[in-house]
Nanobody, 124 residues
């Protein structure tokens, strides 16, 4: 069982940047997919970005390409989400996610581990 712990959320003005971190512990394996989802106020949780421990391919929600970048540090078992040019509509709780089969990381119904979430608030 993998445990996930996010950090790095906070409040930022529109146009600013934030970097979220997700530290994984427990039973982590190289086949895992790791990703980020977010929950906007009053909305369902949605996919943001994902990567894989083994290959490091990156996948993004179409609407966020170019502003958000996912990366990882295998030595630290940590995944990052660099968010730039933030907009008020990016305000949400951001969750780290993991799944043993990397290809499933973009299917929310197959996520097997979630972090506790970190609040990101973008002011106008």
């Amino acid at each position: 069982q993998v445990q996930l712990e996010e950090s790095g959320g906070g409040m930022v003005q529109a146009g600013g940047s934030l970097r979220l971190s997700c530290a994984a512990s427990g039973h982590t394996v190289t086949s895992y997919g790791m990703g980020w989802y977010r929950e906007l106020p009053g909305k369902e949780r949605e996919f943001v970005a994902a990567t894989t421990w083994r290959g490091g391919q990156a996948y993004y929600a179409d609407s966020l390409k170019g502003r958000f970048t996912i990366s990882k540090d295998n030595a630290k078992n940590t995944v990052y989400l660099q968010m730039s040019s933030l907009k008020p509509e990016d305000t949400a709780v951001y969750y780290c996610a993991a799944v043993p089969t990397a290809i499933a990381i973009m299917d929310i119904t197959r996520i097997t581990a979630w972090g506790q979430g970190t609040q990101v608030t973008v002011s106008s």
